[in-house]
């Protein structure tokens, strides 16, 4: 009877070991038709735009032969040369979000890579090229989001907290969080004596102290000791982190923010006195769904009509954009993108005759230059960062630095939720995508850009928000280089939302990367590099100008004078 009973459990395991390779030789099959079918679909594509409609119509056919084996489509779609075959390359993309033209050595490298991260191994990299990111320390600054601003200062790190949990009531945890940049030793530097939803939407620094916009609708100005020195009701929720603006002499002379549902209010930066305000004419109004403009309202400091000429760029997140003039207010454009912004605007630092004065990043991922004719201004579509319908730029846009007469490339994050992992990192030009590289999950937050390595090319350094064992969200900061090639990718115990920080903070005169993650920690990793850094803070400078000469010349203020830049007038 034993035996028998053995030799029946026997048959009925290698019963069950052909079904499952059955399955999965006919798994692997409807792959390969999936393939095949997308190919001799996308045969009838005559230009990008019916290539993409042509790749939806297939995905909506096809996805679940492949989505639970997406691993082994890639694997099979490499095989075909991508480089060779425009048809491989559009499938890549929906498949892998991962794009690098026609350059076959790009494609080699990314795969080989590729491979290895899957494995849980380190990218290889070129010595010259490699990065190293030594853990430092760690320390609790509480709650972070990609809206968060952080600010070191010649040693110091002032850290804006939403606290133990985002948008509670009297949360004793809301306040600014100072972290000491030697050795991670953190406190609550200021707490918010108002009772409410106290959280704190993000902090500008000048000429030693500190603005702080709460949630709770209150400005408060503080010294770099937390010591208050006038504080200001808004009168409503305050939704965007403050923008300092400087005077002719460089000094900060007024401090303005957004309150919802869209008022745009300026204050003294000396003394709290309003300036002037001016209500914005919302989508609310017209009853459109304008989603949740409490987290999504941005400013943007440039020169819209001419080298002299100072105007706030403010965008809402029902696509209510205006152009204001920066010292009184006074509206000289608006509009109302049918998009809508999260990601809002970055301006730009390099020649006024080759380039638009900034950049407009929407919620489908399209990017939008603003066009001046004299006095007229015109958003005029400049990409499409996207490769699925279900992806969005939360992360603003950043420029690289390029040729006095040359138009910068624009560094854009497409996303979409953690879970579907269909993020990556793009640079687009003029003539569209000129490389395009996976995420495994959600980007969020702004990426930093440095030279972290010594080589004299900065590197692109993006935090992501990752599934992890068991469906939780985890965290992974990854280093890219101007090419698209992975160099470097640390692992997070929570998700990362909050933009990655680049600058020296403990005055070795090496480069530091500061990255904060959902357990309420702030991480510090060094490096070998010392710059330039190009966007070192999530909004640019300490002013939150989100100006590209603003970003670059703060990145190159050396420890010591840190507390100390100022915009140029």
Known sequence: MLRRALRWTLALAVVAVVAWLGRGVWQSGRVDRAINDGLALLSQAGTRDEARVLLEKWAQR??????????????????????????????????????????????????????????????????????????????????????????PLDGQIYVASLGESFVAEDDAADGVVRVSGADGRAELLFRPSERGRRDVVGLAAAGGR?????????????????????????????????????????????????????????YSAGTGRTVWTTPLKSGRASGRDTGDLRTSATLTLAEVFGPRSSELLVTLSDGTIAVLTAATGSPRWTSQHSAGSIAGFAGCGANREACPPAWLGDSRAGLWS??????????????????????????????????????????????SGYREQHASVCVLGLDGVIWRHPIGGAVWGTPAIADLNADASPEIIVAAIEPGAGGAARGALYVLTLQGQCVARVELPAAAECPPVVADVDGDARLEVLVADQSGMLHCFGTRGFGPVEWGLANGDSHNTRHATNAYAFGQAPFGYQRDWRPAP
């Open 370 to 415: 603003l066009a001046t004719a004299g006095r007229t201004l015109e958003l005029l579509p400049y990409g499409f960062a996207a490769v699925r319908a279900d992806q969005n730029l939360i992360a603003a846009p950043r420029t690289l630095a390029s040729g006095a007469a040359a138009t910068p490339s624009l560094v854009v994050c497409p996303t």
């Open 210 to 266: 500190l603005y702080i916009a709460c949630r709770n609708g209150v400005l408060y100005c503080t010294d770099d000791a937390g010591g208050l020195l006038w504080k200001t009701a808004v009168g409503a929720e305050w939704i965007s982190p403050p923008l300092l603006l400087p005077a002719a002499r460089g000094d900060a002379a007024l401090v303005i923010g957004v309150a919802s549902p869209g008022t745009v209010v300026a």
């Open 62 to 151: 096809t996805e679940e032969s492949w989505s639970a084996r997406r691993e082994e489509t890639i694997d099979k779609l490499y095989a075909l040369r991508p480089a060779d075959d425009p048809r491989v390359r559009s499938m890549l993309a929906w498949v892998g979000d991962v794009d690098f033209g026609t350059r076959g050595d790009d494609w080699k490298r990314w795969y080989e890579n590729h491979c290895r991260l899957r494995d849980g191994r380190g990218p290889r990299t070129p010595p010259r090229q490699a990065v190293v990111l030594e853990r430092r320390w760690e320390a609790p600054v509480g709650l972070t989001a990609w809206f968060s601003v952080i600010l």
